[in-house]
């Protein structure tokens, strides 16, 4: 089958009595060029291990396959996952495994380790599905994922910028996070009801130790759930250890370079490492 082919994939779905799920966001990707832009954004080399998420038809699968990598595919549809080795002609670079992305033991799957991760996520879940995988530890150098055109506008905010939120400054503590290109409903069969966008995200070193690592995420955590809030204000009403006194906040504020008057979203990352530093090291 032609996995491009929107009037072959409609084909095998009819034949197969298949009917794509949209609580599992099964939108499958029928555009070549959109494949290959995604394939060529990953930079994936021969030889590589490819971790994808969501290998659904197998279209980016066969890519990935294409191009040399050894591709460790996650999918959660049980007749998806039986069926894909053996669509793709059992190719011994490939394994599947039939999971819930969101439940895997990602300790165990990403000490493999990985090179990258190439996905075409679910919309309903790729956020989480990524953080999870972003933030670990064993992260891959490089992750390139589709995920809808809002989702990757998130990702991506600068300080400042109205999109900027708590998932953006999670994911830009370990990476570089670039819009590659934006993806039209219509390169997708069902067509979504929204767009999609191309991100790659490169791994950079953070900086932070473990102790202030939890730091950043809790303080993060609590600002953002309070983000029209000026963060002076905020952490003063929040609960120990985040809650200070008004002289220990400012003189914390201080010593981070942050103003009290600021916002969540108008903090740089330099700015939150250096809250996490503060809180982390004071008395
Ligand atoms: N990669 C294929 C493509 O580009 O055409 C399919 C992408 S489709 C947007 C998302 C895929 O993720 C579907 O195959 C769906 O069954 C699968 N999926 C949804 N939720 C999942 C989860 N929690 N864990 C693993 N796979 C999941």
Redesign the pocket.
């Known amino acids: 089958m032609n996995l491009t082919s929107p009037s072959h994939v409609k084909a095998w779905c009819i034949e197969n009595g298949f009917h794509p799920?949209r609580t599992?966001?099964?939108?499958?990707?029928i555009d070549r060029n959109i494949l290959d832009v995604i394939v060529d954004a990953a930079g994936v080399q021969p030889g590589q291990a490819v971790l994808e998420?969501?290998?659904?038809?197998g279209?980016?699968t066969e890519a990935l396959l294409a191009r040399g990598a050894r591709v460790v595919a996650?999918?959660?549809?049980a007749r998806?996952a039986s069926r894909l080795a053996a669509a793709l002609g059992n190719p011994p670079e490939l394994r599947v495994i039939e999971?819930?992305?969101?439940e895997l033991d990602l300790d165990t799957l990403l000490a493999e380790p990985f090179d990258a991760c190439v996905?075409?996520?679910?919309y309903s879940?790729g956020t989480r599905?990524l953080i999870d995988i972003a933030l670990h530890p064993l992260t891959p150098r490089s992750i390139t994922v589709l995920v809808q055109t809002e989702v990757a506008e998130r990702l991506a905010a600068a300080p400042g910028c109205e999109a900027r939120g708590q998932a953006g400054v999670w994911l830009q503590l370990d990476h570089d996070v670039s819009i590659v290109r934006a993806v039209k409903a219509s390169c997708f069969w069902p067509r979504p009801e929204v767009g999609s966008t191309i991100v790659r995200l490169d791994r950079h070193p953070c900086g932070l130790t473990p102790d202030e690592r939890t730091w950043f995420f809790d303080l993060t955590r609590y600002a953002f759930m309070h983000r029209r809030k000026q963060l002076g204000a905020s952490f003063r009403k929040a609960p120990a250890p985040l809650g200070r006194e008004d002289a220990t906040l400012a003189a914390l504020f201080a010593a981070a370079g942050v103003d009290t008057v600021a916002r969540a979203e108008q903090l740089t990352q330099t700015q939150w490492q250096a809250l996490a530093r503060a809180y982390a090291h004071a008395p």
């Open positions: 799920n599992l966001g099964q939108n499958f990707l998420i969501g290998p659904g038809l279209v980016l996650v999918e959660k549809d998806l999971a819930d992305a969101l996905s075409n996520l679910p879940v599905i």
